[in-house]
């Protein structure tokens, strides 16, 4: 039977206790300025995937992320020894990609704005194609006499 609330609070302490162990320093320099965004454990508590991000170019992206792979054992034996869990979890990391899909969609939303901007220039000075009332008035009669109602 699967506990979900269980893998959620586990995830909760993994995400933690990982945080707090590349917080205190691994020594490796290849290291760079690394986040934890999100924990996802199993069903089966036998296995968390780690999210990361890297604040940095591309080369420290790589570099930390073989750094966090280098240390996946002293990162698991960290966790092995904080968790209440019979079995101790393996751990992948994997990068995540929140800063590149936020900049995608602030590209997004900047190209829309220069399209919107467009349309509304275009909209200023667009004229009506026929009459500039197009709805058809009730005609006035001749010798003032009110129109006859329907």
Same mark, same amino acid.
């Not at 934890?36 to 968390?48: E, F, G, P, Y």
């Not at 079995?87 to 899909?101: S, V």
């Not at 704005?113 to 009506?128: F, G, I, N, P, V």
């Given at each position: 039977?699967?506990?979900?609330g269980?893998?959620?609070?586990?995830a909760?302490?993994v995400?933690?206790?990982v945080?707090?162990?590349i917080?205190?320093?691994?020594?490796?320099?290849r290291l760079?300025?690394v986040?934890?965004?999100?924990?996802?454990?199993t069903?089966?508590?036998?296995?968390?995937?780690?999210?990361?991000t890297?604040?940095?170019?591309?080369?420290?992206r790589?570099d930390?992320?073989?750094?966090?792979?280098?240390?996946?054992?002293?990162l698991r034996?960290?966790?092995g020894r904080n968790?209440?869990?019979?079995?101790?979890?393996?751990?992948?990391?994997?990068?995540?990609?929140?800063?590149?899909?936020?900049?995608?969609?602030?590209?997004?939303?900047?190209?829309? /704005?220069?399209?919107?901007?467009?349309?509304k220039?275009?909209?200023?000075?667009a004229q009506?194609?026929?009459?500039?009332?197009?709805?058809?008035?009730?005609? /006035?009669?001749?010798?003032?006499?009110?129109?006859?109602?329907?």
């Amino acid at each position: 039977m699967v506990d979900h609330g269980r893998a959620l609070k586990l995830a909760d302490q993994v995400k933690e206790i990982v945080a707090k162990r590349i917080d205190k320093g691994l020594r490796d320099d290849r290291l760079g300025f690394v986040t934890i965004t999100d924990v996802r454990m199993t069903s089966d508590l036998q296995h968390a995937s780690i999210f990361f991000t890297v604040y940095g170019s591309e080369q420290e992206r790589a570099d930390s992320a073989l750094a966090l792979e280098a240390a996946t054992g002293l990162l698991r034996r960290e966790v092995g020894r904080n968790i209440t869990a019979r079995l101790t979890p393996t751990l992948e990391f994997i990068p995540d990609a929140i800063p590149e899909n936020a900049a995608h969609i602030a590209e997004l939303l900047a190209a829309a /704005e220069e399209r919107d901007a467009a349309a509304k220039a275009l909209a200023a000075s667009a004229q009506y194609a026929g009459d500039p009332d197009p709805y058809v008035k009730p005609r /006035e009669a001749d010798d003032g006499a009110q129109p006859a109602s329907a």
